[in-house]
């Protein structure tokens, strides 16, 4: 089974450009959902797809960030303009949603953001 | 805000050691889960414990759920160099079906 793909994996831009990520869940993933990690830290939930639907997006900064999943198979994840505290890596993971009252999430290798 | 929070931040052993890593987590849960993230990689699930489990044993993976306390532990036995990894739990809240990560714990395993 292919896993969650990720890009790109690293991205250097400077602050007030645009970037954006991409990902590609695992083959009938329902739920997709896109994390932040800033270094030394947890990952941090930005927003969370039911097919092609939002979820929850309470934790993503509507300002400068934005999401979409067209079709409900790809997203992606764009931020403009960046700021130096958005560098971080960026997680995508998917989930066949809950099964027997648990969700277990598959995730991507991140994309690596460094705003200078 | 951050549900789980780990302790140790770290952990240094040696291989053939023990090591235990602890998560404390504030509000109801459905079930927690614990996550290793290598270096440079993406969270790969490790194990999960449901809310009315109190223990749970995958291989050399021990994890101990106690509700009262709202509190996790997660034992790995005779740790190997390729444990060395960063590990963070997982809550599944009752109020909002997502997961929320802790802060994580950074195992080192010296050879």
């Known amino acids: 089974e292919a896993g969650v793909a990720q890009s790109p994996r690293y991205k250097i831009i400077e602050k007030r450009q645009s970037v954006a990520f991409w990902c590609n869940p695992i083959s009938g993933h329902a739920t997709l959902y896109w994390y932040q990690q800033i270094l030394g830290q947890g990952p941090k939930l930005l927003i969370q797809?039911?097919?092609?639907?939002?979820?929850?997006d309470s934790q993503l900064p509507k300002d400068r960030f934005s999401a979409e999943r067209l079709k409900g198979v790809d997203s992606t994840l764009k931020i403009q303009p960046a700021k130096l505290e958005d560098s971080a890596v960026y997680l995508c993971?998917?989930?066949?949603?809950?099964?027997?009252?648990?969700?277990?999430?598959?995730f991507g290798a991140g994309s690596r953001l460094t705003v200078l | 805000s951050q549900q789980g929070e780990e302790d140790p931040q770290a952990l240094s052993i040696q291989e053939g050691e023990n090591a235990t890593m602890n998560c404390s987590y504030k509000?109801?849960?459905?079930?927690l889960q614990w996550y290793r993230q290598n270096s440079g990689r993406g969270l790969v699930h490790l194990i999960l414990i449901r809310s009315n489990e109190r223990e749970k044993h995958s291989g050399r993976l021990r994890v101990t759920l106690d509700t009262s306390k709202k509190s996790s532990s997660l034992l790995i036995t005779a740790s190997r160099a390729a444990d060395t990894a960063s590990y963070f739990c997982?809550?599944?809240?009752?109020?909002?079906?997502?997961?929320?990560f802790g802060s994580g714990t950074q195992l080192t395993v010296l050879p």
């Open positions: 997982a809550t599944d809240a009752l109020s909002a079906r997502q997961l929320t």
């Open positions: 993971a998917s989930s066949l949603g809950v099964i027997s009252g648990a969700n277990v999430l598959t």
């Open positions: 509000t109801s849960i459905n079930n």
């Open positions: 797809f039911q097919n092609n639907g939002v979820v929850d």
